[in-house]
């Protein structure tokens, strides 16, 4: 058997006590638990700020800046460096957002939440449009003639889950009669069975996760570590 | 008002410790990954889309991958991202790693390290590439169409210039990929970015992995033909691998596969919880509103 490296060992090591201290919850909480819960709390957090700070803050704002300074100290013109320079106005319009948390001045944080908003909303309806709404009009205008039985009997199907789907978030008037009452009625029927679909595939991936962390606990720890197979 | 104790089986089954059926769900998954059911795994029609579409592509076509899942998304995702790299490598395609979420790209560069193994006269720089991770999604997208990639991704995921290495040289922006690949774990991936920029607005093919949690959302946009091909969660995965094996891709067989057996002993064991549990409930005679 190939000697296995040590940071491996210790790793395997680790991480296998880590998941069993999380599963011994199952049983009662307990102190292990608690140890590892906060452990992962701690050190995703601190992971996610070295990332963000990294990848963001360095990246975006220290380093363009840094460059404009150095260029406008080595003789460039500061026309020519302005782009780099200016990166300062977002990074303080976005440091304005930690003003949220206080009473006196949480009103300074608005105006990065307002482009934030602006920015999302200017994005989000063409993406919806282009993605959600157009495509998914069109994939839905299917052809109840001149196709074979099975698809005519397919495409009514879609049309009438989309639409009594649909038909049941009109608020505007009431749900009665054979239109609104009947068609909100088999609306809500399609909308459970999509959240049990939903719910099925679900399961299926909650149930992932602890086959990934048994196939881990039983080849990488046990086997490789403990029994060299 | 005083409960009534009761002793019957039906109570004890209504009430039973849910520490026994934990212990039921954990040797319901250590028992087929110990001895293997082997069950067969029949493709689904957007596994065998996925397949023929990366099947297709010429040799030497070029892959946008990108990464947007963690480590929470790893146990579904990690194997379709190991079997999408070796059915490319195996058709000599080229691939761009990148990542939209901070952690894709590092799993990116586990996958990389399992696969490329197996494949020893490809080269870094040549035939595959880790870009790194970049902030902004939408917009990093938007401007990997309207850019050059080389003024976005100046360095690799291990810092390193990239502008010199000869896959760079090949490609200019969005357009110059032939396939866009998105292994997506929630928001912020196929759905928000790679769908409303490279395919609706630029005609770029799509294809998507999701987790089976995300799977349900990502059926309209088949439907549609908006994402060419899907690989849904570990099944999808599971499906993948063994087109991988028929075609005879070596190692294609992984996790996928062998998961895929415990999920079906899994469901079923859930499934007899639930009927069991129901039987007994309307049987109770002691129930709430039971006949008696």
Same mark, same amino acid.
């Given at each position: 058997?190939?000697?296995?490296?040590?940071?491996?060992?210790?790793?395997?090591?680790?991480?296998?006590?880590?998941?069993?201290?999380?599963?011994?919850? %199952?049983?009662?909480?307990?102190?292990?638990?608690?140890?590892?819960?906060? %452990?992962?709390?701690?050190?995703?957090?601190?992971?996610?700020?070295?990332?963000?700070?990294?990848?963001?803050?360095?990246?975006?704002?220290?380093?363009?800046?840094?460059?404009?300074?150095?260029?406008?100290?080595?003789?460039?013109?500061?026309?020519?460096?302005?782009?780099?320079?200016?990166?300062?106005?977002?990074?303080?319009?976005?440091?304005?957002?930690?003003?949220?948390?206080?009473?006196?001045?949480?009103? %300074?944080?608005?105006?990065?939440? *307002?482009? %934030?908003?602006?920015?999302?909303?200017?994005?989000?309806?063409?993406?919806?449009?282009?993605?959600?709404?157009?495509?998914?009009?069109?994939?839905?205008?299917?052809?109840?003639?001149?196709?074979?039985?099975?698809?005519?009997?397919?495409?009514?199907?879609?049309?009438? *889950?989309?639409?009594?789907?649909?038909?049941? /978030?009109?608020?505007?008037?009431?749900?009665?009669?054979?239109?609104?009452?009947?068609?909100?009625?088999?609306?809500? /029927?399609?909308?459970?069975?999509? /959240?049990?679909?939903?719910?099925?595939?679900?399961?299926?991936?909650?149930?992932?996760?602890?086959?990934?962390?048994?196939?881990?606990?039983?080849?990488?720890?046990?086997?490789?570590?403990?029994?060299?197979? | 008002?005083?409960?009534?104790?009761?002793?019957?089986?039906?109570?004890?089954?209504?009430?039973?410790?849910?520490?026994?059926?934990?212990?039921?769900?954990?040797?319901?998954?250590?028992?087929?990954?110990?001895?293997?059911?082997?069950?067969?795994?029949?493709?689904?029609?957007?596994?065998?889309?996925?397949?023929?579409?990366?099947?297709?592509?010429?040799?030497?076509?070029?892959?946008?991958?990108?990464?947007?899942?963690?480590?929470? &998304? #790893? @146990?579904? +995702?990690?194997?379709?991202?190991?079997?999408?790299?070796?059915?490319?490598?195996?058709?000599?395609?080229?691939?761009?790693?990148?990542?939209?979420?901070?952690?894709?790209?590092?799993?990116?560069?586990?996958?990389?390290?399992?696969?490329?193994?197996?494949?020893?006269?490809?080269? !870094? =720089?040549?035939?595959?590439?880790?870009?790194?991770?970049?902030?902004? &999604? !939408?917009?990093?997208?938007?401007?990997?169409?309207?850019?050059?990639?080389?003024?976005?991704?100046?360095?690799?995921?291990?810092?390193?210039?990239?502008?010199?290495?000869?896959?760079?040289?090949?490609?200019?922006?969005?357009?110059?990929?032939?396939?866009?690949? #998105?292994?997506? =774990? #929630?928001?912020?991936?196929?759905?928000?970015?790679?769908? @409303?920029?490279?395919?609706?607005?630029?005609?770029?093919?799509?294809?998507?992995?999701?987790?089976?949690?995300?799977?349900?959302?990502?059926?309209?946009?088949?439907?549609? #033909?908006?994402?060419?091909? +899907? +690989?849904? =969660?570990?099944?999808?995965?599971?499906?993948?691998?063994?087109?991988?094996?028929?075609?005879?891709?070596?190692?294609?067989?992984?996790? &996928?596969?062998?998961?895929?057996?415990?999920?079906?002993?899994?469901?079923?064991?859930?499934? +007899?919880?639930?009927?069991?549990?129901?039987?007994?409930?309307?049987?109770?005679?002691?129930?709430? =509103?039971?006949?008696?």
């Amino acid at each position: 058997m190939e000697a296995i490296p040590m940071v491996e060992v210790v790793g395997t090591w680790i991480a296998a006590l880590l998941t069993l201290f999380i599963f011994s919850f %199952l049983y009662q909480d307990n102190r292990f638990y608690k140890f590892a819960e906060y %452990l992962f709390v701690g050190s995703s957090a601190g992971f996610f700020f070295a990332i963000t700070w990294e990848n963001n803050f360095v990246q975006y704002v220290f380093q363009p800046f840094t460059d404009g300074v150095k260029g406008v100290m080595g003789g460039a013109g500061l026309i020519s460096q302005l782009p780099n320079l200016l990166v300062v106005v977002p990074a303080v319009i976005g440091l304005l957002m930690i003003f949220m948390i206080t009473e006196n001045y949480a009103w %300074l944080s608005r105006y990065p939440i *307002c482009i %934030l908003v602006g920015y999302g909303s200017g994005f989000g309806i063409i993406a919806a449009i282009k993605t959600n709404i157009i495509p998914q009009l069109h994939g839905t205008m299917l052809p109840l003639a001149g196709v074979p039985l099975y698809m005519m009997v397919q495409n009514l199907v879609i049309i009438l *889950c989309v639409l009594t789907g649909i038909l049941y /978030f009109f608020f505007s008037v009431e749900h009665s009669g054979l239109i609104l009452g009947t068609g909100s009625r088999i609306g809500i /029927f399609i909308l459970m069975i999509t /959240f049990g679909a939903q719910f099925g595939t679900t399961i299926m991936g909650r149930i992932q996760l602890l086959i990934a962390r048994m196939d881990f606990l039983i080849y990488d720890w046990l086997g490789k570590m403990i029994l060299g197979w | 008002m005083q409960l009534e104790e009761r002793n019957d089986i039906y109570y004890k089954i209504q009430n039973l410790d849910r520490r026994i059926i934990y212990v039921v769900l954990v040797l319901a998954v250590i028992i087929p990954l110990i001895k293997p059911l082997n069950l067969p795994v029949p493709s689904s029609e957007k596994s065998q889309n996925f397949f023929n579409l990366v099947e297709a592509l010429p040799a030497g076509s070029k892959i946008l991958f990108s990464c947007d899942y963690n480590p929470s &998304g #790893g @146990p579904e +995702l990690q194997p379709m991202n190991e079997g999408i790299l070796r059915h490319a490598m195996t058709l000599n395609h080229k691939v761009y790693y990148m990542g939209l979420w901070d952690q894709g790209p590092a799993l990116a560069s586990n996958a990389i390290e399992k696969v490329m193994k197996e494949f020893p006269g490809k080269k !870094y =720089g040549t035939d595959y590439i880790n870009l790194g991770y970049k902030a902004g &999604g !939408y917009t990093v997208a938007m401007n990997l169409a309207k850019s050059n990639i080389l003024d976005i991704f100046k360095k690799d995921v291990n810092n390193n210039p990239v502008k010199d290495l000869p896959m760079m040289q090949e490609v200019n922006d969005l357009q110059s990929f032939d396939l866009i690949i #998105g292994l997506t =774990g #929630g928001n912020n991936g196929v759905i928000d970015v790679w769908l @409303p920029v490279a395919q609706a607005m630029y005609h770029r093919k799509v294809a998507a992995g999701c987790s089976s949690v995300s799977a349900p959302q990502f059926y309209q946009y088949v439907q549609t #033909g908006q994402v060419t091909g +899907l +690989l849904e =969660g570990i099944k999808g995965c599971a499906e993948y691998e063994k087109l991988l094996h028929t075609r005879g891709v070596k190692n294609a067989l992984g996790k &996928g596969t062998s998961s895929i057996d415990v999920q079906s002993v899994i469901h079923l064991v859930i499934m +007899l919880f639930i009927i069991v549990a129901n039987t007994v409930y309307f049987l109770d005679p002691k129930r709430k =509103g039971a006949v008696r």
